[in-house]
């Protein structure tokens, strides 16, 4: 967590030698000397844009005399450094470094490196606005300053990983956010002590309160409009560079549910959106469960009117339930993550295939029964209609385990591995606040903007885990 | 700790604790001991509670702050305050381990009949200590969530409402008590309402800013509504000589319901009252821990937790049968109950003593 590398000393003065031997067997290193002027410019050619290198360095110093030289390193895009260790890291930054005998300047070159703003693959949303976020931090921090014409939004500019050197935002609106939970944010990130960090869900583990639970601690989007909302909501967001993910806390359980469409539509819509995910939520975690617990241990709770097409189905497999769920189950996942790690044209092809092939040939071979591949598709499906990708992930995997119990003890299983999951959920904390808001602690008018989305009269305040001082979002009345 | 629980959540603390095994036999307890429309009997017990709520109330509002074990010690000695505290804890462990252990032995009459019940103990005796060592404040928090997950099977009852006769409450009030009525049969019946004098021990983790009393009133409220609702469906289901010869006649109303995608759900609404029952285990094991934590102040981490729970289980491999279980558990209800009342009291005259005006009078 700091700019310098350990083996040089801050204090070193600048020197092109020295910045050469830094940078030796660099390919993309380059030394370019004016001799009239006996300035040197070094710059890693890859970073630096050709145009203003030209515009900025080659054509005014090329045939500058000594004072045209000096009168032209007062402009202020030149800033004078006094140490090596400066010049480095500019140089690293897409800067170039330019020496004349002991002193040396620096002045930025960087060009954009990386693809145009486009439409998010992981979070697309019907109505609403399409752009994304790329891995340009700063043309990200652009996007969210478009939307929010506040001069109250500010920034704190931070870095990671020693040999990385990853530069990170922490963006806030004054006024707003809560200070001590910016500076518990700041201080963690702070704290970071590691080679490398190359993305927003990389460095979230890396301050996550509970580092060992299977649950995402902080939420990440790659759309600006969750961000903006998110910073206008009082929360605190930060932007990683390289990584198409911000992230913003304090977070809770619950807002992984959520997702912009709710917003755009009428909150009517927007209501039964969010109670159709809780239940894909439930769906996704019990119910293939549900049914091995059944058809292992209690039969009886089968209304007679099914339980003759269902042990004609089972008849004819000859695995236990909970090794036939757990069959289909990893085909399943095996499905899906093929698709995710193929190009989308072929992509489609394993979904036909494993359509037809997990769909009918084994029911037809008696590999499963027809109501099993109900139960796996319903949760499989049901799981994707979690907007985050990463909660969804980790539901998928949880649910594994209570397959497992409800294979063994049935519905006892089952309710014991809910009621861990359950205690778990309780011990989480998100940057000290509770992970349950607003459940537990309960908060009502957060309700409205949870579980259901109210109308936008309703939600007048903002979310109370975000411990804001200013709390009313809305004054407008119905 | 920072965290201080809302009045809220002491609420469905309160409801928790009192809702637990002795929910699946509450009307056959109600028949036998109260006899013909018992819920008038049940109202009359619930106002009893509420009054000694009012009483930790008054040792609330006197104690300014200060905990229990604080009044306690500071009239009291800690050479003779320390078996005390020893000797709570245990009894609390007791009275938690015979309530979940009478939740197992129930539920093996519909499932597991073969497994070992320790076996099952385990299971929620591991829940409990993982619960323990949250600390009270998130088990507040997780309570909530077994709260909502209990609280719909108040819903059933719109099923039996086309079997539901009301003259099956007779005119009668008070009659055809199995034994008559006796100041142990209504007491048996008062033992459902056990648990809300563990408030006492809640001082110094609720929220004072608020009225947490509030939470206190609201949540034996609500669970004495919630015992009404189910005396209310049972006494208009089943006629009195019925309920009074079912061993478990919520079971038995629950197996009635056939839903069109799901029969026999007692299978599944027992297994639910896990959580109930995990939380009386746990908030009796952490009234023990609150106990012990005056002797050993600055404990291993977790030490006392596991030892808590390893003590709870050692416990419950005593009663072997759900006979043994059940006067087990309506023993320690008793005493449980005579601690309820006699706490308040006597902390109460303590702090009279400890609140008298200091120095004499000038003549």
Same mark, same amino acid.
């Given at each position: 967590m700091t700019t310098t590398t350990p083996d040089h000393k801050p204090a070193q003065p600048p020197s092109v030698e020295a910045a050469l031997a830094e940078f030796s067997?660099?390919?993309d290193i380059e030394q370019r000397t004016f001799p009239k002027n006996a300035i040197q410019a070094v710059y890693l050619l890859h970073l630096v844009s050709q145009d203003q290198l030209y515009r900025e360095i080659i054509r005014p110093f090329m045939n500058a005399t000594d004072d045209e030289t000096a009168h032209l390193l007062t402009q202020s895009v030149f800033s004078e450094v006094c140490s090596h260790c400066e010049c480095v890291d500019a140089i690293l930054n897409g800067k170039a470094a330019l020496y004349q005998g002991n002193q040396a300047w620096i002045i930025d070159l960087a060009r954009p490196i990386g693809r145009t703003i486009e439409q998010s693959e992981t979070e697309s949303v019907i =109505?609403?606005?399409h752009d994304g976020f790329v891995e340009n931090m700063m043309e990200n921090l652009a996007v969210i300053r478009q939307r929010i014409?506040?001069?109250?939004l500010k920034t704190v500019e931070l870095s990671v990983g020693e040999v990385t050197k990853t530069p990170v935002i922490v963006a806030y609106i004054e006024g707003i956010a809560n200070p001590d939970l910016l500076q518990a944010l700041i201080d963690r990130i702070k704290g970071i002590e590691t080679d =490398? !960090?190359?993305e927003a869900n990389m460095l979230v583990q890396m301050i996550d309160?509970?580092?060992?639970? !299977?649950?995402?601690q902080f939420m990440t989007t790659e759309r600006p409009d969750v961000i903006c909302s998110k910073l206008t909501a009082g929360r605190i967001v930060c932007l990683v560079d390289g990584s198409p993910s911000v992230f913003s806390c304090?977070?809770? +359980?619950?807002? +992984? +549910?959520?997702?912009p469409d709710d917003y755009y539509q009428r909150w009517q819509l927007g209501t039964a959106l969010r109670l159709l995910r809780i239940i894909g939520f439930l769906i996704t975690i019990g119910f293939t469960a549900f049914y091995v617990a059944v058809t292992t241990?209690?039969?009886?709770?089968?209304?007679h009117t099914m339980l003759l097409n269902l042990v004609e189905s089972r008849?004819? !497999?000859? +695995?236990?339930p909970l090794f036939e769920a757990l069959l289909m189950e990893t085909t399943i996942e095996l499905l899906r993550e093929a698709g995710a790690r193929l190009p989308t044209k072929i992509g489609q092809t394993i979904g036909i295939v494993g359509g037809i092939v997990i769909g009918q040939a084994a029911v037809q071979a008696g590999f499963t029964s027809n109501v099993l591949i109900i139960a796996v598709a319903s949760s499989a499906i049901a799981s994707f209609v979690i907007p985050s990708y990463i909660m969804s992930a980790s539901i998928r995997l949880i649910r594994f385990g209570l397959i497992i119990l409800a294979g063994i003890l049935g519905n006892l299983g089952l309710i014991v591995g809910i009621g861990f999951i359950v205690i778990h959920l309780a011990g989480i904390t998100n940057l000290g606040t509770s992970y349950l808001t607003p459940v537990a602690p309960m908060n009502k008018m957060d309700w409205l903007d949870s579980f259901i989305r109210g109308p936008f009269y309703l939600?007048?305040?903002?979310?109370?885990?975000?411990?804001?001082?200013?709390? !009313?979002?809305t004054k407008m009345r119905k | 700790m920072s965290e201080k629980i809302s009045p809220f959540h002491i609420a469905l603390l309160v409801y928790m604790i009192e809702l637990d095994v002795t929910f699946f036999s509450l009307p056959r307890l109600i028949a036998e001991? /109260?006899?013909?429309?018992g819920w008038i009997g049940l109202i009359g017990l619930s106002l009893i509670a509420g009054l000694n709520i009012v009483l930790i109330q008054l040792v609330y509002r006197f104690a300014k702050g200060r905990t229990v074990y604080e009044i306690m010690e500071r009239a009291i000695p800690k050479w003779i305050m320390y078996p005390v505290y020893v000797l709570l804890a245990v009894f609390w462990v007791m009275l938690g381990s015979f309530v979940a252990k009478k939740f197992v032995l129930i539920f093996q009459i519909i499932s597991?009949?073969?497994?070992?019940s320790m076996f099952l103990y385990s299971l929620i005796a591991v829940m409990a200590l993982y619960l323990l060592t949250k600390g009270i404040y998130n088990i507040s928090k997780a309570v909530t969530i077994f709260f909502f997950f209990l609280?719909?099977?108040?819903? %059933?009852?719109? @099923?039996f409402i086309p079997e539901?006769?009301?003259? &099956?409450?007779?005119?009668? %009030?008070?009659?055809?008590?199995a034994e008559g009525h006796s100041f142990r049969n209504w007491l048996e019946v008062y033992t459902?309402?056990?648990? @809300?004098?563990l408030v006492l021990l809640l001082f110094p983790y609720a929220? &004072?800013?608020?009225?947490i009393f509030k939470g206190v009133y609201i949540g034996h409220f609500l669970l004495t509504s919630m015992y009404l609702l189910l005396t209310a469906v049972c006494f208009g289901f089943y006629s009195l000589g019925q309920l009074q010869s079912l061993m478990y006649p919520v079971i038995d109303l629950l197996s009635y319901i056939e839903l069109p995608f799901i029969n026999r759900i007692e299978n599944l609404i027992l297994t639910l009252f896990l959580f109930a029952n995990l939380v009386s285990l746990t908030m009796f094991l952490w009234a023990a821990l609150t106990a012990l934590k005056r002797l050993f102040?600055?404990?291993?981490?977790?030490a006392l937790e596991i030892g808590l729970v390893v003590l709870s289980a050692l416990i419950a491999? @005593?009663?072997? /049968?759900t006979r043994d279980s059940e006067a087990l558990l309506r023993a320690a209800l008793y005493a449980e109950t005579g601690l309820a009342f006699a706490v308040p009291i006597l902390l109460l005259l303590l702090l009279a003593w400890q609140n008298r005006p200091k120095g004499g009078r000038s003549a």
């Open positions: 067997t660099c390919i =109505a609403g606005p014409r506040s001069s109250h =490398a !960090v190359y309160d509970n580092p060992n639970s !299977v649950f995402p304090p977070t809770s +359980f619950f807002e +992984f +549910f959520t997702s241990y209690h039969y009886e709770m089968i209304p008849s004819r !497999v000859p +695995f236990p939600l007048r305040n903002r979310p109370s885990q975000t411990r804001t001082t200013n709390t !009313v979002k | 001991n /109260i006899g013909t429309n597991f009949q073969t497994a070992p609280i719909p099977v108040a819903f %059933l009852a719109v @099923y539901w006769e009301p003259i &099956r409450f007779t005119t009668f %009030l008070f009659r055809e008590a459902i309402f056990t648990g @809300y004098e929220d &004072r800013s608020k009225k102040p600055k404990p291993k981490k977790n491999i @005593y009663p072997k /049968i």
